[in-house]
């Protein structure tokens, strides 16, 4: 199937007609592929939101019809019992995504039918499970409570019986914190070392996918919509001071080295080797220092700290100067550590801050996401994935040439607060 779309103005180097050819190429990859995944960041989920914001970019009606399509099957392998989404309520491959992805479909207006009450019973179990999750610390973003308490922060009604249940997950999570020292505490991801082994379980996970930087920015998102905001003021305050102990200035001379690692290993010195190993990391949406410059900036302006908010910008100006494959180790388009997560990234940090470099970040790695587009066909590979693979490289082309697109990027902690 092949697509027309009706050009728009935009300022950007890169050219509208180079991005909607782009964008028609991915497109045609989702099209012809089909998965039996039904995850939001695994498979038809994320293609389904993928095509209803296509509909409505493009004016095409046959993009609903497809994005309608798609989430019947859904429904329909729900009803057999038979759907992917069974496996728990994470946001990645179960019932959270499924409840981002309507309620999204709600807000924008993108959608073909009411999913009212849908939505009121996934809220239910949602709810029941994050609460659980928290309690046995199991605080990632993307497998577990973190995710999920997103999404109920974005959707549980403004009354007393949704504060009520926001306030008790609050209260549960700011439960978690662990001293590090006077100054300092931490709130510890579980999850992979619980359901994998691979880390230790004093080893505590910064980044965006899995650890403190998410935790952070649910904690800053709770304590601005006034929810246990005493508690989630001290949890932002102790766990950026833990943050701040791991940051390396003196690193900004080496561009293949980041200013806070990804991991830091609670037990041993912070310049012990295996903890300074761990500034050898990726520049991307799941790991890097952009997950601290955009936490550092968000709660610096909310919680009126001009501090951070320095910190946060030399920070970013680091990341601008990494362009080379072996310093950034972006060696695809994806969301997750690819070109179109920095892209995507640098437009949230331009939006909140008006620097004009960091569109200019943004541009150049949209630049490399269409390049990787061109020069290969990795998307063919799992072009349902939202997170690695086609689905998202295009809502990141569609966002990038309307950036009022955004309100799937909530889906990844990158709406501006």
Known sequence: MSIIIEKTDHTAPVSNSTIEQCLSDVTNQILD????????????????????????????????????????????????????????????????????????????????????????????????????????????????????????????????????????????????????????SYLNNQYIYKNFGTVSADNVNLGLAHGLCAILTIALLLYKQGIASALMREALEKGISFLLETYRPEHTTDLALSLFPSNLITSLPLTQEDNMNYYRRRLGWCYGDLNETLLLYQAGFILKRPDWVRIADKVGAFTLRKKRQTDTKIADGFLCHGSSGVSMFYQTLYQITQ???????????????????????????????????????????????????????????????
């Open 33 to 184: 592929h089909s998965t039996p995944q039904d995850g939001l960041f695994t498979g038809n989920l994320g293609k389904a939101l993928f095509l209803f914001y296509l509909a409505k970019y493009s004016g095409q009606k046959e993009f609903k019809e497809a994005g309608q399509t798609t989430l019947d099957g859904i429904f329909h392998n729900l009803k057999n019992k038979s759907s992917t989404l069974y496996q728990g309520t994470s946001t990645y491959a179960g019932l959270s995504g499924l409840a981002w992805v309507l309620d999204t479909l709600e807000k924008e207006a993108v959608g073909s039918a009411d999913y009212t009450l849908t939505l009121q019973k996934l809220d239910r179990v949602i709810y029941e499970t994050t609460l659980t999750q928290i309690k046995e610390h199991d605080l990632d973003f993307l497998h577990s409570s973190m995710g999920a308490m997103a999404y109920l922060m974005n959707r549980l009604p403004d009354d007393k019986e949704g504060k009520d249940k926001m306030e008790r997950l609050a209260t549960e999570l700011w439960k978690n914190l662990c001293p590090y020292n006077s100054r300092s």
């Open 355 to 417: 620097n004009r470099d960091y569109l200019t970040g943004s541009t150049f790695w949209m630049n490399k996401t269409v390049q990787f587009a061109q020069t290969s066909r990795e998307g063919i590979k799992q072009p349902y994935s939202f997170l690695d693979g086609s689905v998202g490289i295009g809502l990141a082309l569609l966002t990038f040439l309307k950036p009022e697109y955004n309100t799937w990027k909530k889906l990844l902690l990158l709406a501006p607060q």
